[in-house]
């Protein structure tokens, strides 16, 4: 069994900062494998934000945070992170860590794609 484990999230002004992390155990990763992070607002579906692959280190993001939003792995602690720089307001979510194998390039944006998900971390911008 995989579990992922999120940390970072809380309350920040716009313009501030975050950084979530996501610790993975269980060994998942093939070379198709990747780890992203999603988020959903109320009311709203869940969107994808970013993905990382965790052989090559290929990073993808949403149009809305390219820019602001860094994604990174640690190979050696099993372990991604998310860091959110100049927030919006609009950025205000419940961020959910997931992960999965043979995700092929034209579906990693696909929360579908995911087999393993976190509990999810709040994160709040206010304006």
């Known amino acids: 069994q995989v579990e992922l484990v999120e940390s970072g999230g809380g309350l920040v002004q716009a313009g501030g900062s975050l950084r979530l992390s996501c610790a993975a155990s269980?060994?998942?990763?093939?070379?198709?494998?990747?780890m992203g992070w999603f988020r959903q607002a109320p009311g709203k579906e869940r969107e994808f934000v970013s993905a990382i692959r965790w052989s090559g280190g290929n990073t993808y993001y949403a149009d809305s945070v390219k820019g602001r939003f860094t994604i990174s792995r640690d190979k050696a602690k099993n372990t991604v992170h998310l860091q959110m720089n100049s927030l919006k307001p609009e950025d205000s979510a419940v961020y959910y860590c997931?992960?999965?194998?043979?995700?092929?390039?034209?579906?990693?944006?696909?929360?579908?794609?995911?087999?393993?998900w976190g509990q999810g971390t709040q994160v709040t911008v206010s304006s």
């Open positions: 269980g060994r998942i990763f093939s070379n198709s494998a990747a």
């Open positions: 997931a992960a999965g194998n043979g995700i092929i390039l034209s579906s990693i944006r696909t929360k579908d794609s995911y087999h393993y």
